[in-house]
């Protein structure tokens, strides 16, 4: 089956770092991925759509200079939060939708990222 | 815009009973309809989706949901719960009008009792 990997899966960083989270498919093709933010015994929440060669879309009310989206290649799609603050501190999860599929997004294991 | 209501942010039921988490959702063209399962500190993994034909859709570990358009639900059921179920619960709605967005709702978390 179509496996997604993320990493780091966890990382602990301290305020004013910036960290890198990469999101990958390991054994298909994906044109677009999805960042979604986590908070505890909340739901996911949409933070951006990633497509390969272009900028990343942006839900409202997502900093698009603090959290940065770089879609490269076909199998990796980063997500650096800049200048960490405690309040960034949240489980990250991506998605990718595989080449020519309309619906069915593979889901990575999550990041949970602590700012100190 | 597509939204997604779960009602019940809890549920708890006895192991062997049956089990059902609903969901209704909105969406101005027709959905994809999905359920997924998350257990703790890890990622979505699917247990069934919709999206068009049969109204009764199967999926992993003994779930189903029936799509109901008439009702703009669409609930998952299990008919004997066992321990290995209790998680999160989400629905999830999608369409082509969104961009192939998913919209997820608030989850339920599923508690089985011995």
């Known amino acids: 089956g179509a496996v997604v990997s993320q990493h780091p899966s966890w990382v602990i960083c301290k305020s004013g770092t910036s960290v890198k989270i990469e999101c990958r498919s390991l054994?298909?093709?994906?044109?677009?991925m999805f960042w979604y933010r986590q908070f505890p015994k909340q739901s996911l929440m949409l933070m951006a759509t990633s497509n390969e060669g272009s900028k990343a879309t942006y839900e409202q009310g997502v900093e698009k200079d603090k959290f940065l989206i770089n879609h490269a290649s076909l199998t990796l799609s980063t997500l650096t939060v800049t200048s960490a603050h405690p309040e960034d501190s949240s489980f990250y999860i991506c998605s990718a939708l595989p080449e020519g599929s309309t619906y069915e997004q593979y889901f990575g294991p999550g990041t949970r990222l602590t700012v100190t | 815009a597509q939204s997604v209501t779960q009602l019940g942010s809890h549920v708890s039921v006895s192991e062997g009973a049956l089990v059902l988490l609903r969901c209704n959702y909105s969406s101005s063209v027709p959905p994809y309809l999905f359920w997924y399962v998350q257990y703790p500190n890890q990622g979505l993994q699917l247990l069934l989706k919709?999206?068009?034909?049969?109204?009764l859709v199967k999926g992993i570990n003994g779930f189903e949901a029936e799509f109901k358009k008439s009702e703009t639900s669409f609930h998952l059921t299990k008919p004997s719960a066992h321990m290995s179920d209790a998680a999160e619960y989400f629905c999830a709605v999608s369409d082509l009008g969104g961009g192939f967005k998913t919209i997820f709702g608030a989850g339920t978390r599923l508690f089985v009792k011995a």
């Open positions: 919709y999206t068009t034909g049969a109204t």
């Open positions: 054994d298909f093709q994906a044109t677009t």
